[in-house]
């Protein structure tokens, strides 16, 4: 009994730990935890109550208030360090270091998942062997940290063939994305593919763009060299419908159209044709010409009412031959400040390619943006002859050439006649009595429409299957759309890419850094020690 009073306390601490343990162990097996901690605890009392005057005795000795005073630091070091890891693991920040941000999302989908109202559900398909299982989840975590709407799953297809049937898996690394009943899917590992897939799924409806054909137009149906089909696809990807559409048939605009794209129309537009486009501008539509030099003069008349001059011109720079172009693909590095090119550090090349300027005469409620100019070292040429091409400083412009520029159009008000509609005098309150009035005075209403916007580039072979995936030329024509359509979010990301870290060395330089290294600092530690050695043998 006495030994039992003696070791009591041992029993009711091992009880209690073995409570803990199991909770953690079984944590559907609560009542056994709940019955050991019960029993310890139990223990812990009675040794307590059998060993009281043994205990303030002890209390008394200094060797206890030492011990007690340590176990009270320590105990107040350990709650420290719990509160800082409870707070750090709910409120955790993540940095990176890399130059290029390697390990961050770009601010354009930092802004999509701030924006997002519903859960995206992600089911990533990834056998345990693929190397590229690690980038997706790491990439799936810094998604999750900013928005806790991602929520995503890695399945093993080997070990789950139900869910590869049910989502028609075919290719390991495949990616779905839900959310309600839409869903999308991709197989790679890029930020921009999932941003887009994100967007794609979480927004309302398509916006439909629509490519004018009749004229000579770039097709979207071409896949060979001077096509628009990577264009339509890349749009496809951003959740756009793409279409055709051919103005010489309708006398008015889809409804659902969102953007008019006019791409190296090689004839004019017929009159009335022209006048379909401008009533569409009138109420807020939105057009993207790219007009190529020589092509389409009609436009040149057309594109001065909205402050856009189109010069008679084929701009020629000297450096993008050293780019491994020719004299006639002009090369931008520099772009001006606007929503387009914020953050955007490609280089775009635009062969054969016309200059964009600013009207002389503005016309009211139209603002006009230059988008880019070419190098220093370009011209306007305006001798369009077969001869060598040669600057000629009293016809031709020297360089910075504008090669794009950007507009809005602000609508005027118009007014609108009130149809009559017949409402019970007891119905209408005293505030919608007081605008009754006010209607009956005027008799109209004001009707503002959106705002409109155009885009005008001297060139549209920028944008064709040949020089799409050039530098930044596909990045360049998404953006431009983007802003057109006021989807800011689908702003193009740029890929990151490590800068390398790589020294060079010259021959003498490596044999100095071998011998430094490899041999003289060895050497002086092993002469060292054996001096030390010496020295304490002689003492």
Known sequence: MEKFRQYLNYIAIVLILLSLGSLLIWPYKKIIALLLGLVGAAAL????????????KGFKRKSFIYSSNSIVIVALVLTILFVINSFFARHHHRFDFTETKLHSLSDQSV?????????????????????????????????????????????????????????????????????GDKDSRITSTSEEDMTNAIVKISREKKKAIYFLEGHG????????????????????????????????LSATFPEDCS?????GAEKDLLPNELETIRNYISKGGKVFFMVDPENAPGFKSFLVEYGIKLEDDLIVDTVSRLMGGDYFMPFVSEYELHDITKKFRYATFFPFARSVNTAEEKPEGISVSILAKTSPNSWSERQLTEGEVTFNKDKDVAGPVSIAAVLTVKQ??????????????????????????????????????????????????FATNRYYN????????????????????????????????????????????????????????????ISVWVRRRSL
Request: charged share 30%; hydrophobic share 40%; net charge negative.
């Open 45 to 56: 009392v009675t040794y307590i109550f059998l060993n009281l005057p043994a205990l303030k």
């Open 111 to 179: 802004q999509v998942l701030k924006n997002l109202k519903k859960d995206i559900n992600i089911k990533s398909f990834f056998r345990e062997g693929n190397f590229n299982r690690a980038k997706m989840e790491n990439l799936l975590k810094i998604y999750n940290y900013h928005s806790k709407n991602i929520k995503y799953e890695f399945i093993d297809p080997d070990k789950n063939p139900g869910m590869v049937k049910r989502y028609d898996i075919t290719e390991d690394g495949t990616t779905i994305f839900e959310s």
């Open 217 to 248: 137009e770039v097709s979207i149906e071409v896949s060979e060299e001077r096509g628009f089909s990577i264009a339509k696809e890349e749009l496809e990807k951003l959740a756009y419908e793409v279409k055709k559409l051919t103005l010489a």
């Open 259 to 263: 953007l008019l794209v006019i791409g």
């Open 412 to 461: 005027k008000e118009e007014a609108v006649e009130d149809k009559p509609v017949e409402v019970k005098e007891k119905d209408i309150t005293p505030a919608e009595g007081n605008r009754k009035e006010e209607k009956e005075e005027g008799g109209k209403e004001s009707k503002v429409n959106p705002e409109a916007r155009l885009a005008v580039f001297g060139d549209s072979d």
């Open 470 to 529: 050039l530098s930044g030329n596909g990045n360049f024509f998404l953006n431009t759309v983007n802003w057109l359509t006021e989807e800011a979010d689908l702003i193009s990301i740029q890929l990151k890419t490590s800068s390398p870290r790589t020294i060079h060395l010259s021959a003498t330089q490596g044999r100095v850094l071998f011998f430094v290294s490899v041999i003289f600092l060895p050497l002086v530690v092993v002469v060292t020690g």
